[in-house]
């Protein structure tokens, strides 16, 4: 950085840039890249000093809705740098609405502070100011009681010698606001500048007609030193402006934007923590519920443990299946051979019920002697019988008939026979007891293990702790997710290196400047105490601008600010601090306040009890002394002001009349 | 079974004469001569009786027949008996179905009764078609009488032949029968083979109707 002569340091943009890239440790390219991006531009250079004055105000209309109907007109030409009265006798003349069309033709901004029954009665307006050697025009046609800007027709034009230029042709609105706005940028050289505003959280520009507002003091409660905009630290960057610092605009730019991504970055890092916050609750929530399930699942079966069982009954049923189908078989064979014996023996049993049957039949039959041939049925001589000898038959004559008693012998064999064909049965029986026994034993065991199954199956599926599992491996898997999820990003990333390269450029921009808005605001506040104290504000001892860019002003060996004085002390300071803005401004060679000041009601009530004779005296003096510096005031006349405003820079009403 | 052995003559001639004893009427005519006084008319029936003393259960369920038919506690009481017993098993003398159902010839049982004056076989002609009944009279009675004093497990004849009039009485053979050839396990064994036992069906019906009973 060097230093130009006077103390007014000078360093190029290229090292400006370089500086800047060096403290966000970021490359030049970004920091190229992000101040594209954010429209921060970089000014170092000091603006040459440009004036601004009122030439002349018209206005033709039609009044309606009053006692007093009719066509209206105002004209006031030839206006130029000095003091300007507009005086009537009274209040409620019509002042404050011809300073207020005024005020609309400068900022572009119609009807503006113009009353709504003015506006309707108005039907041409025109308003001449210069700039520097330029005159400008704003010439107004609209149809009186209209009360639309839409259907009003406005005309910007612009004059050198005899050679016209319209600048805009249009509708009022938007786009008449924007081409005064436009207009004053490039013929005052005040760029629209940077603002953070915390209510929307934003950087935001201030146009051409928030800048002008400072020119016009019309407002008497105003408690600003500068512009009636308290926010957006409105008045500091004015002041700064007006003072024409270089790399003012650039670091207003960087610095609003710069507070701009921190607003964003903190709602992102409380956005975050509020997530965390929910994470937290609801991890929380399921590390509740994921102990009460495992406590639950402690008193009721272990799974695993079911699981286990599960699998030795299932080897268990497998070998119990395989014993039932081994012993079926065996089964079968034992009852069969049972019943096979059974049956012989049952059918021994009738063989000898037969025989001892046919025995006895035989001995009762035998008794009996045939008393005819069974052939021949003849009958048989009773002597037969004697004449044969007992060994042989008497009818047929065999030899040595089976005794009577030969069937005893087989009777006897065949219950020899039969009892141990029982004890072959019993044994029989008892093996096929056996067999089914353990058939049986076979099929119970497996519809016992069976049954274990089941109810273990059911266990592990359809009961509570099945459930109680499955939830507990669903809260399981989502604690889990929860703990991986990195805290939630918080744009950090994307806007880090904007903040950085900004807040960079604010700080970079801020030192160019900073030491020669010191000595300035020094000077300005020199100047201000002076100035004050010429025009009446009573035991001043110091003036200072704090780094806020607040006024503190020591009166009475009291501390106090601005916006603590009497509003006829701070209308007297305002002047003041308009007066040495440009008063610096001429005396150092730059700066931007264009030298115009709009003055309402300065003699009211409130006023008019100090030495306001005094007071125009010296505002006068000091403007007579500040080249190119233009005050209009509006007031009630008072003969103060005949001896200080010449005849011809007043426009003034006696009695009841009106300025229109 | 067909491992039936032939040849308990006397115990079939007995049998047989229980049932034409049993199963006589009074002659009009008696020959007072040769001491018959009661006739047992119709060999066919005399076959179709045997057939019931020879299968107990075949008679259980005719007893059951006629006891869903009366009532009578008492012929359920035989039927108990006849399966308390086992007599379907231990009774049963097995016949063999041949053309006109179960046949055995009863020429030899007839003889021994009648060479020794018991019975007295005779052909009698009933509307131009033969007959074979048979005569019997006091000495056929009497030897009964005493055989069944003598050897009292032959009394098992006289009561089962006494069950089987009690359901079928003055029934001509063909009646009786017929009536067998109901049983579908009689009518559908085949020529040549032993008649089965229906002893399950008929156990299972009797416990029905006994259960029913009490």
């Excluded at chain 1, 809705?65 to 130029?80: C, M, P, R, V």
């Excluded at chain 1, 005024?102 to 502070?113: L, T």
């Excluded at chain 1, 021994?348 to 008794?367: N, S, T």
Aim: aromatic fraction near 8%.
């Amino acid at each position: 950085m060097n230093d130009l002569p006077g103390g007014i340091p000078s360093v190029s943009i290229t090292a400006w840039r370089q500086a800047v890239a060096t403290r966000a440790n970021a490359d030049v390219a970004t920091v190229e890249r992000v101040l594209r991006a954010y429209s921060v531009e970089a000014a170092p250079v000091l603006p040459r000093p440009r004036t601004l004055c009122i030439r002349s105000i018209s206005f033709l209309g039609q009044k309606s809705g009053t006692q007093s109907k009719g066509a209206i007109a105002f004209e006031w030409n030839d206006l130029g740098s000095g003091v300007w009265a507009l005086l009537s006798d009274r209040n409620l003349r019509g002042k404050s609405s011809v300073l207020a069309i005024m005020r609309a033709a400068v900022q572009g901004r119609f009807p503006g502070e113009i009353k709504p029954d003015v506006w309707l009665w108005l039907s041409t307006v025109n308003v001449e100011f210069q700039i520097d050697q330029t005159r400008y025009r704003v010439s107004v046609l609209k149809n009186s009681g209209e009360k639309s800007i839409e259907k009003s027709i406005v005309r910007l034009s612009r004059f050198q010698g005899d050679l016209s230029v319209d600048l805009y042709s249009g509708s009022l609105g938007d786009d008449f606001e924007q081409h005064v706005s436009s207009l004053f940028a490039t013929e005052l050289g005040i760029q629209p500048f940077f603002a953070y505003n915390s209510r929307i959280g934003a950087a935001h520009p201030h146009e051409w007609a928030a800048i002008a507002s400072a020119l016009f003091l019309i407002h008497p409660d105003q408690k600003m030193i500068f512009g009636d905009n308290v926010v957006d630290a409105l008045p500091l960057r004015l002041l700064q402006m007006f003072m024409g610092l270089p790399w003012v605009s650039t670091h207003t730019a960087a610095q609003a934007n710069a507070k701009a991504i921190e607003a964003k970055l903190e709602q992102a890092r409380s956005d975050g923590r509020r997530s965390l916050n929910q994470r937290k609750v609801r991890l929380d929530q399921l590390k509740e519920r994921e102990g009460q399930i495992e406590d639950g699942l402690q008193h009721l079966p272990d799974r695993v443990e079911l699981r286990r069982m599960m699998a030795e009954k299932d080897a268990e049923l497998l070998s119990v299946q395989e014993e039932v189908l081994a012993a079926l078989p065996v089964s079968e064979a034992a009852a069969n051979a049972s019943r096979e014996a059974e049956r012989a023996t049952l059918e021994r049993r009738r063989e000898l019920l037969q025989l001892e049957h046919d025995v006895a039949a035989g001995y009762v039959f035998r008794k009996l002697r045939p008393v005819c041939c069974p052939a021949c049925e003849a009958d048989i001589d009773g002597a037969r019988f004697k004449s044969r000898p007992q060994s042989t038959c008497t009818l047929c004559g065999t030899e040595a008939p089976p005794p009577e008693d030969s069937g005893e012998e087989e009777i006897s064999e065949i219950r020899r026979d039969i009892k141990e064909a029982e004890r072959t049965v019993e044994d029989l029986r008892r093996q096929a007891k056996r067999a089914r026994d353990n058939y049986h034993s076979a099929i119970e065991r497996r519809t016992r293990v069976s049954e274990e199954i089941r109810s273990i199956a059911q266990a592990l599926s359809g009961d509570e702790g099945g459930i109680l599992e499955k939830e507990l491996i669903g809260i399981k898997a989502r604690i889990e997710e929860l703990e991986l999820v990195p805290e939630p990003e918080r744009e950090k990333i994307e806007y880090e290196v904007d903040l950085r390269v900004l807040a960079a450029a604010a700080v970079e921009s801020k030192e160019v400047f900073d030491e020669l808005q010191r000595s300035v605001l020094v000077k300005v506040a020199a100047k201000m105490l002076e100035y004050s104290s010429a025009f009446g504000v009573q035991n001043l001892e110091s003036m200072e601008f704090d780094q806020g860019g607040k006024l503190k002003i020591k009166q009475g060996s009291a501390q106090t600010f601005f916006g603590s004085l009497a509003p006829g002390e701070r209308l007297r300071v305002r002047i003041a601090a308009a007066l040495a803005v440009v008063g610096v401004s001429r005396e150092t060679g730059y700066g931007r306040h264009p030298g115009l000041l709009v003055l309402d009601a300065p003699g009211a009530q409130e006023v008019v009890q100090y030495d306001l004779e005094k007071m125009l005296a010296a505002v006068s003096d000091t403007v007579a002394s500040t080249d190119g510096f233009q005050i209009i005031i509006g007031a009630v006349a008072r003969p103060e002001f005949l001896d200080v405003v010449p005849a011809e820079c007043r426009k003034q009403v006696t009695g009841d009349s009106y300025l229109f | 079974m067909p491992g039936d052995k032939s040849g308990y003559h006397f115990r079939d001639a007995l049998r047989l004469l229980f049932i034409l004893t049993q199963g006589s009427a009074s002659m009009v005519a008696p020959d007072t001569a040769r001491g018959f006084d009661h006739v047992f008319e119709g060999e066919k029936r005399a076959m179709a009786l045997d057939f019931l003393i020879r299968y107990p259960d075949y008679l259980a369920n005719d007893l059951l027949e006629l006891y869903e038919l009366e009532g009578d506690p008492q012929l359920l009481d035989a039927v108990g008996t006849i399966f308390r017993d086992g007599e379907p098993d231990l009774r049963v003398i097995y016949m063999v179905r041949w053309s006109f159902g179960a046949f055995e010839p009863l020429e030899t049982a007839v003889a021994i009764l009648e060479a020794r004056g018991l019975v007295r076989a005779v052909k009698v002609n009933i509307g131009g078609q033969d007959r074979h009944d048979f005569l019997v009279g006091p000495g056929a009675r009497e030897f009964l009488e005493r055989a069944v004093r003598e050897q009292p497990q032959l009394a098992w004849y006289e009561k089962q032949v006494a069950l089987a009039l009690r359901v079928w009485g003055k029934s001509s053979g063909s009646a009786v029968k017929g009536a067998q050839y109901e049983h579908p396990e009689y009518r559908n064994t085949p020529r040549g083979s032993v008649i089965p036992s229906i002893k399950d069906r008929v156990l299972e019906r009797f416990e029905r109707l006994e259960g029913a009973a009490r």
